[in-house]
């Protein structure tokens, strides 16, 4: 028999979420309340690439891989959560998600979800503090990267390598071509 | 001792330990200067008649001048430490030049003595206590400064006790040796205590809050400076007329040295017994601010003596009383009136009173006593005490003024540590910029005319004017559209000719524009014009024509317009019955068009029906007043009826507080109510707020009193009810005590997720509990200062806490400090609960006790989480509770109630 969990069970599971660890726990019942639970077998799609844009989900038990164009993207565990805020409402999302073992997923829709930050304020502050860390995460990256780039080409360079488009360079230094 | 002290006056370790360093410094500092006042004052008792000393204080007055100068530019970029490490170090040098010059016996060597010692001890004394303030907040400070003043008054005692048998065993000179010793062994002891860190990290130097402040820009500043003048000139004349008994008394060195050692002496014993026994209940009991005035009364008795029955015996009691108020009490609680003040504000108003001011005040009393004495045939002690009387006075009314602005400052202070803002408004009223951007409308670009416009708009309309044709031939349709709006706001007179051309305009957005506002400049005879195109193809100039006719057409043709749009709405597709209803909320007078609203209201349309709530409210019917209130409820229209009966204003509020207060009309009606209420923000609003004395509701509750809080917002002059908000902020105390009880109750280590939700819910309700207190409070008091000082009380930053609890102490009433106060000030959950266990008798108790009082409690989500606890750890033993909870209405409580159920039969 599938679980089904009680309004306050959503709740806790909700606040322990980052997006919602400062949403009052009353007020986090409220979009508890509107939220459904599905479950999804092994290897079955929560959603494909190009489905509409429907809802974003938290992970009770199980674990889902996100695809994108069929490339691995990263994976959702217990206790996270996924969507995709940036897509519109309706439009065709850009990754799908399948469910790696038995999934249990606590299922809010946007509309529900949207609504929820205007009854609640406090739900949207959580949402941009987590955009704003995940973006910071993202720039820390590519700088990490670029970084990176540049100490590789100036090794490259170092030993007589050419880039794409650096060949003639290369030449014209005397360092061998090859 | 130390730890006797530091539990008498409660201090924390670190509180304790800061103390005591400063203390022992003080001490030396103390003690030096009073083996030197001591030296100075016999030796020019002995050599120099007391006739001279007027002329003498008139010097130093000039000469501290100078001098503070000088010391301020020497040590400007020194932290405040350093300058008095090097302070000491200099005077204490200077003192051994002076003991090796005693031997001299020269007058010269007795006036300059007499100068520097005046001048070098208070620049010392101000800097010492600069650094001190610079380590602490209010309450610390008052905390701490007594413990550091008795390390002060010990030194005094010392000084004074080995004065005497100096000079009479050596001489004058040892005894000044004695001082310069005494004052170079702070510069280690400071150094000491710095480098341990004992003393901390004072504010940091260099650019500081209130550098850039002009010294005598606010009044709380300058009634300081009064009140500090005040009382250093009846100092000067009580000293005065000290030393004149004295000399008629005494004329030997060794007798004077021996009797101003005693008389220090006992100053600092009758300081210190005030000190420990004295101070901190008139603090309490009095504030600063009444503690602080007692030293002018007992001048004013001591005074009255001396003018009546004068002589050496009232001249000590009075001096003793001077010296003795002013080493303890009085010092503290002027401390702490410098608190309010920005750090390089503070800085600097403290160095000017302290060093510039209080010299400043024993000069002109010098000329005072020169005055009396040319004026009188002798500066007597009954004539000076008739003068200092006078100067009393005025130092009461400085003492009321500084009174009143303690508050007012501290309020600012609050402010300004919770790094509020203020906005702040761009002005143009500059002809310069008004003319820059008048050129700005010649413009080709959009967005720069639009700015331009919007900004004359609000600071020269007129300017508008001479470029209203050149606006409506803008190559931009918006900057077209928008000189047309600004036309039918601002010009209902200007010439119809100046807009018809747009008419042909090749933009329909434009030519419904100009429809409109032709209709507006017209006003009469539109609607002939008008029919032709209520049933144009074009949607725009179709829309703008239904809009004209429901909202310009005169009284005249008010009917055949009705029914003219009846015919329109019959048949009109909804973006056209929308604009029928925006025309008629737009419509300056109340005549038959409006019986068009009434099928509006019901439209299938949502947005035809929105905008037919907001028409009705501009209407103003009372017929529809119960269609709004319906709408209200409905999510889909509660925006569009709250718009439409917040117009109504206090027609209605007498309605809507009925709705409010009956218990029997639905949730979502009545939590639509308050914010109907806000936005009418009239007396009538706030007494239908207040009606509504249910609180079983919490979320109601809630937007009752945020309702509240907007009005007094918008309108300070509005008043609440102060007995009901005092009433309900006493309820809230109780709830904020009770949901800290159950919050330490409960596990410290939560063992499941069901526990850690609860112990998250119950510090929920003790934050918001204490956001309802303090929401109560700026009902009654300024609500911006109260917002400051609920961020100062919650704020991590100790000196953020200990300024908006000095704020809440001064300007809370009592019955709102006796609550409000003990649940902020106490620094740990132990003294809350103490205080929580005497008022409100409740003390911590039984995890297992504690949830089940919450299930047989009022809070439904408490009792709902509650019950999830009880099913997670299978508490058989509350099975009768749960089972009890399972017919709840709150279907939260049900579901868990039932779910619990389960879980224990389960277990």
């Known amino acids: ?178 | 001792m130390s730890r006797g002290l530091a539990r008498r006056f409660k201090l924390k370790p670190d509180e304790a330990r800061r103390a005591h360093a400063l203390g022992a410094i003080l001490f030396a500092l103390v003690g030096s200067y009073t083996l030197v006042k001591t030296a100075r004052d016999a030796d020019f008792l002995a050599q120099l008649p007391v006739t001279v000393l007027p002329y003498v204080l008139v010097v130093v007055g000039l000469l501290t001048l100078g001098a503070t100068l000088v010391f301020s530019r020497l040590t400007q970029r020194l932290a405040n430490w350093q300058a008095l490490a090097a302070g000491a170090v200099s005077c204490g040098l200077s003192l051994f030049v002076f003991a090796w010059l005693f031997r001299l016996h020269a007058r010269w060597v007795t006036i300059a003595f007499y100068l520097w010692a005046n001048v070098y001890g208070l620049i010392l004394m101000s800097q010492f206590w600069a650094f001190a303030a610079s380590l602490s907040d209010p309450r610390e400070a008052r905390r701490t400064f007594g413990v550091i003043g008795i390390g002060g008054l010990l030194g005094g005692l010392f000084g004074g006790l080995i004065a005497a048998p100096l000079a009479r065993m050596w001489s004058l000179s040892a005894v000044v040796m004695a001082a310069a010793i005494l004052l170079i062994g702070t510069v280690p002891l400071l150094r000491l205590s710095v480098g341990k860190g004992i003393v901390g990290q004072p504010e940091p130097e260099g650019d500081q809050p209130g550098d850039d402040t002009p010294l005598f820009c606010r009044t709380y500043v300058r009634w300081l400076v009064l009140a500090a003048l005040c009382s250093v000139m009846v100092s000067a004349l009580v000293d005065y007329q000290f030393k004149l008994e004295i000399q008629r008394r005494f004329s030997d060195r060794g007798e004077l040295a021996t009797y101003l050692g005693m008389f220090h002496s006992m100053v600092n014993v009758a300081a210190l017994i005030l000190q420990l026994f004295v101070a901190r209940w008139l603090m309490t009991h009095l504030g600063s601010a009444g503690s602080v005035a007692l030293l002018p009364a007992g001048l004013a008795v001591g005074t009255a003596f001396l003018i009546a029955l004068p002589g050496l015996a009232a001249a000590t009691a009075t001096r003793l009383w001077d010296q003795a108020m002013g080493l303890s009490v009085t010092k503290v609680g002027q401390e702490i009136f410098f608190f309010p003040l920005e750090p390089g504000l503070r800085r600097r108003v403290k160095s000017f009173i302290e060093a510039a001011v209080e010299r400043l005040g024993e000069g002109v009393a010098g000329l005072l006593i020169l005055g009396i004495g040319m004026l009188a045939g002798g500066a007597t002690t009954r004539t000076l005490g008739i003068a200092a009387a006078v100067i009393l006075v005025a130092w009461l009314v400085a003492w009321m003024g500084v009174r009143r602005g303690y508050l007012v400052e501290l309020g600012r202070n609050v402010r300004r540590l919770s790094l509020g803002h203020e906005r702040m408004r761009v002005s143009l009223r500059e002809a310069g910029v008004i003319q820059e951007v008048s050129r700005q409308l010649q413009s080709p670009y959009e967005r720069v005319v639009l700015q331009s416009v919007e900004m004359l708009e609000e600071n020269a309309p007129d300017v508008l004017d001479a470029h209203l044709p050149g606006l409506l031939r803008h190559p931009s349709t918006a900057v077209r559209i928008r000189t047309l709006q600004w036309i039918r706001a601002h010009r209902p007179d200007a010439p119809i000719e100046l807009v018809l051309p747009l008419m042909q305009d090749p933009d329909p957005g434009v030519r419904g524009e100009t429809l409109v506002t032709w209709c507006a400049l017209r006003r009469v005879g539109i609607l002939d014009r008008l029919e032709q195109m209520l049933h144009s193809d074009d949607a725009g100039l179709r829309g703008a024509a239904i809009r004209c006719v429901a909202q310009y057409v005169g009284p005249s043709e008010a009917e055949r317009a009705r029914d003219v749009l009846a015919e329109v709405l019959r048949s009109s597709p909804p973006g056209d019955r929308v604009c029928v209803a925006e025309g008629l909320a737009a419509r300056s007078r109340s005549d038959a068009l409006f019986q068009l609203l009434s099928p509006l209201l019901d439209d299938a349309d949502l947005a035809v029906r929105r905008t037919a709530l907001r028409s009705a409210g501009a209407a103003g019917r009372r017929e529809h007043v119960l269609r709004l209130v319906d709408a209200l409820g409905r999510k889909e229209t509660s925006s569009a009826a709250r718009a439409g009966l917040a117009v109504f204003g206090d027609r209605v509020v007498g309605t809507l507080g009925d709705y409010l207060s009956d218990s029997s009309v639905d949730l979502p009606l009545r939590w639509e109510i308050p914010y109907v209420l806000s936005d009418v923000g009239t007396p009538e609003a706030v007494n239908a707020l207040f009606r509504a004395r249910d609180r079983s509701d919490m979320r109601l509750t809630y937007r009752i009193l945020k309702a509240s809080n907007r009005i007094r917002s918008k309108s300070a002059s509005i008043q609440f009810p102060a007995a009901l908000v005092t009433e309900d902020l006493e309820r809230d105390a109780n709830e904020y005590a009770r949901a800290l009880v159950h919050h330490l109750s409960s596990p410290l280590e939560p063992a499941s997720a069901a526990e850690r939700l609860f112990a998250i819910a119950l510090k929920e309700r003790v934050e918001q509990a204490l956001v309802r207190v303090f929401r109560r409070l700026g009902l009654l008091y300024p609500p911006t200062d109260i917002l400051a000082a609920y961020r100062g009380v919650t704020s991590v930053t100790a000196k953020q806490r200990g300024n908006a609890v000095e704020y809440l102490e001064n300007a809370l009433r009592s019955e709102h400090r006796n609550v409000v106060l003990p649940l902020v000030e106490a620094g740990s959950d132990e003294s809350r609960l103490s205080f929580v266990s005497s008022r409100y008798k409740l003390s911590l108790m039984p995890f297992a006790d504690s949830l089940a009082a919450i299930l047989q409690g009022d809070d439904a989500w408490l009792r709902a989480v509650a019950l999830y606890v009880v099913g997670t750890r299978h508490e058989r033993t509350m099975e009768p509770l749960v089972d009890s909870n399972m017919g709840m209405a709150d279907p939260r409580v049900r579901d868990a109630a039932r779910w619990a159920h389960l879980a224990l039969a389960g277990a």
């Open chain 1, 1 to 178: 028999m599938e679980a089904v969990l009680t309004l306050v069970e959503k709740t806790a599971m909700l606040k322990a979420y980052p997006v919602f660890g400062s949403v009052p726990t009353e007020a986090l019942a409220v979009l508890a309340a509107r939220t459904q639970e599905r479950h999804f077998d092994a290897g079955t799609y929560v959603w494909r690439e190009g489905d509409p844009n429907r809802a974003t989900v938290l992970v009770v038990e199980g674990k889902l891989e996100v695809r994108k164009r069929d490339k691995f993207f990263r994976i959702v565990d217990a206790g996270e959560g996924f969507g995709q805020l940036d897509v519109q409402e309706g439009a065709p999302t850009t990754v799908s998600v399948l469910a790696l073992e038995h999934t249990h997923l606590i299922w809010v829709t946007i509309e529900e979800l949207f609504e929820s930050v205007s009854d609640n304020p406090e739900i949207g502050v959580g949402l941009i503090r987590l955009l704003a860390t995940r973006a910071q995460e993202l720039l820390d990256h590519v700088l990490i990267l670029e970084e990176d780039v540049a100490r590789l080409v100036l090794q490259l360079r170092e030993a007589g390598i050419a880039l794409p488009g650096q060949e003639q360079d290369v030449k014209s230094n005397g360092a061998p071509s090859e």
